[in-house]
């Protein structure tokens, strides 16, 4: 693979389908009794997290350790960055204790590009701002394909919270790559300006658009990006009330999707608001599949960066030798990105 993985946008269609057919290979490991591969061992991970999560550092930490990497898990709250260190100099201790790879969650959009330009080692975005989140993408891709058997002709419709959500974002870029045909749904108030320029269709009336769609994606609601405690958010929509009303998957709207039609959600969830438990929890949620599915993939891309010479699968245990991956194909030019 590339050196770094920042974006979706950095994934050609050989580079994703690449992903996604190692993660597929690393699934198995879940169902051994010993959860273990010696692929990363001698390798340092560092989970550099910036913004409070449960889901992501928890399985990027637990990809890293099935593949018998070290792992370091820093905070930011307690570090020297609540006492005012800057995040190059945090990056520049982390060269110093010669880290192979900086998987980052920062509040600031490009972030992690920053830090790229800092360190040797190899970056993975695992969320920065309202930018990307491209492994949550991955993930979300992996799970299509494992629940319809393909993601080119998809109809995938997401909808939400776009103007805030990376995962937005990335899961448009990378569906795109893929063949799937991405429809946005969501108040005006919330999608970015230049939407008109991702590789999306967008739609205000969900009722329209869900007997069309083979998958449909819920976003949460980002109070916390509204303002101080979400007090701004009335400025986007009238009421909580009134938004799960347009805009919130309950079961009546449920019962308008097709039979095989899936149900997704990155996480975490407000119940009763954007999605019904009924739906959450209903046979056509994927939502805890989301969740294991993240841990084979994140295996995949940190192999794929740190190890992709070796065989993912049946490395000997003892004396084999970690080779650099080969470089991926530049992504395809003029493609629009989301800013």
Known sequence: MRRHLLSAADLSLEDATLVLDTAEELA????????????????????????????????????????????????????????????KDTALTLEAMGSDAVVIRHS?????????????????????????HPTQALLDAFTMRKRLGRIEGLAVTIVGDVLHSRVARSNVLLLST????????????????GVETWPASVSYDLDAVLPKSD??????????R????????TAYFPSSRE????????????????????????????RGMEIAPEVADGVRSTIVEQVANGVSVRMAVLYLLLGGAAPAIGAPDV?????????????????????
């Open 28 to 87: 198995q490991v879940s169902e051994r009794t010993v959860k273990k591969l010696p692929t990363l061992r001698g390798r340092t991970v560092v989970n550099l997290f910036f913004e409070d999560s449960t889901r992501t550092r928890t399985s990027f930490e637990l990809a890293a350790k099935r593949l018998s990497a070290d792992v370091i898990n820093f905070s930011a709250k307690g570090s020297s960055v609540s006492k005012g260190e800057t995040l």
């Open 108 to 132: 600031w959009s490009g972030a992690p590009a920053n830090l790229a330009r800092w360190i040797r080692g190899s970056v993975v975005n695992a969320g920065d701002g309202t930018h990307e």
């Open 178 to 193: 893929l063949g799937a045909d991405v429809t946005l749904v969501a108040p005006p108030t919330l999608l970015p300006v």
């Open 215 to 224: 998958v449909v994606m819920m976003l949460r609601v980002q109070r916390e």
């Open 226 to 233: 509204m303002g101080p405690s979400g007090e701004k958010a």
């Open 243 to 270: 938004y799960s009303r347009r805009y919130g998957l309950d079961v009546r709207r449920a019962l308008a999707l097709a039979d095989d039609a899936i149900v997704m959600h990155p996480g975490p969830m407000v």
């Open 319 to 339: 004396g084999f030798d970690l080779a650099p991956p080969a470089p991926l194909t530049p992504p395809a030019q003029g493609r629009a990105t989301p800013a």
